[in-house]
């Protein structure tokens, strides 16, 4: 186990067998989940340490083990769940235990409610309601060349008012005197005073990754991973200008090359996907960002097929990667070919003949 100050474990406290209700109840460790989902636990002695699990400071593990969690105590209140360093756990546990022998104490109340994970904190995720069409500002799109018809004729308008990005669109955008025309992606977002604004994510020839990204500093092999792969293949802590840090996935939009970041405790790995259960390893491996290959698992029709999956933050979610999918660096080469160039027309009046 790491000597990390930022890792630790989560002490389960059982009171289902308690005569009061200000008795301590049962403490474990948690030490993983069965096939089933269900939660797992060890004593909390240095004979079972190898057996933790070990969650990380601003990781998604956390929000993916409270939803199981969840549906294994529909009855939290006889359960109490806590933070405890696993530098020093037994410490830790033994001091937790003297807290719960007296947890009206104000002092220790205090400490208790610091340590302790509350259930009702990790609510599933809920859809966001589609878009009221009259709420768009339909004549600022307009002044770009784009119009509700256009959009519904290239399937992007559905995708538009459902808080996605929509595919590659051609733009006019008027600059002074004179008229820019490129290519860029779409999407509405609610600002800060609570009302849509239009995201404009333009076409770049590549990534820019020799510049900090929300505070953080790509390093030679992080830049090489995001060339090739689209995907970081890990989480880092990111700081934006306004808000506090938190720990992200982070990828680059294969059609305009631009970075795009995930929040982590937002994203839940289920533990089977298209009919596979996956292993401890596997839902570990994915939930830190790390591809995982996967064989065997069934398509909406019933083909068997296998794939790499990994979490794509511009997706998301998870994306399945196929031996004949384009690395990040080929689709880069190619596109640099391809690309249109970005065109500025000058809007002078013309000037007319006479006699012709």
């Known amino acids: 186990m790491e000597d990390n100050p930022d890792n630790y474990v989560l002490v389960l406290e059982d009171r289902s067998e308690t005569k009061s209700p200000a008795d301590p109840g049962r403490l474990s460790v948690v ?53 405890v360093l696993a530098n020093g756990f037994e410490e830790g546990v ?22 302790r994970v509350p259930f009702e904190d990790n609510p599933p995720a809920q859809k966001l309601s589609a878009i009221d069409p009259e709420k768009v500002d339909w004549k600022e799109l307009e002044r770009l060349g784009v119009s509700p018809e256009k959009l519904e004729a290239n ?14 669109i051609s733009l006019a955008v008027p600059f002074g005197d004179t008229t820019i025309y490129t290519e860029a992606r779409l999407a509405l977002r609610t600002g800060a005073d609570g009302r849509l604004s239009l995201n404009i994510h333009t076409l770049r020839r590549e990534p820019q990754l020799d510049f900090p990204y929300m505070g953080h500093t790509f390093s030679p092999e992080e830049k090489e991973q995001l060339l090739t ?26 059609l305009t090359n631009e970075l795009v970041s ?5 994203v839940q790995i289920p533990h089977e ?23 065997g698992m069934l398509s909406r029709h019933g083909k068997p097929f296998d794939a790499t999956l990994q979490v794509n933050a511009e997706k998301r979610g998870i994306e399945f990667i196929f031996k004949d999918t384009l690395s990040n660096k080929e689709r880069l080469k190619s596109s640099a070919k391809e690309a249109p160039a970005v065109r500025q027309i000058e809007n002078k ?3 007319r003949g006479i006699g012709r």
């Open 229 to 254: 792969q689209g995907n970081l293949g890990r989480t880092v802590e990111l700081s934006p200008k306004k808000g506090e840090p938190f720990r992200a996935y982070v990828s680059v939009d294969r």
């Open 349 to 351: 009046p013309q000037k």
């Open 31 to 83: 030490s993983g989940q069965d096939e089933k989902g269900k939660i797992k636990t060890v004593e909390p002695t240095e004979e079972h340490r190898a057996a933790f699990l070990v969650f990380k400071k601003n990781d998604g593990l956390l929000k993916n083990f409270m939803t199981n969690l969840r549906r294994q105590f529909n009855d939290p209140t006889h359960f109490g769940l806590y933070k």
């Open 262 to 266: 995930l929040r982590a405790d937002r």
């Open 155 to 168: 399937g992007n308008l559905n995708r538009l008012l459902n808080w996605q990005k929509t595919g590659l």
């Open 273 to 295: 996907i298209k009919g596979v259960r996956l292993s401890e390893e596997q839902h570990r491996a994915l939930t830190e960002g790390r591809p995982v290959q996967v064989e």
């Open 94 to 115: 033994a001091s937790l235990h003297a807290m719960l022998q007296n947890r009206e104490s104000p002092e220790n109340k205090a400490q208790l409610q610091e340590a």
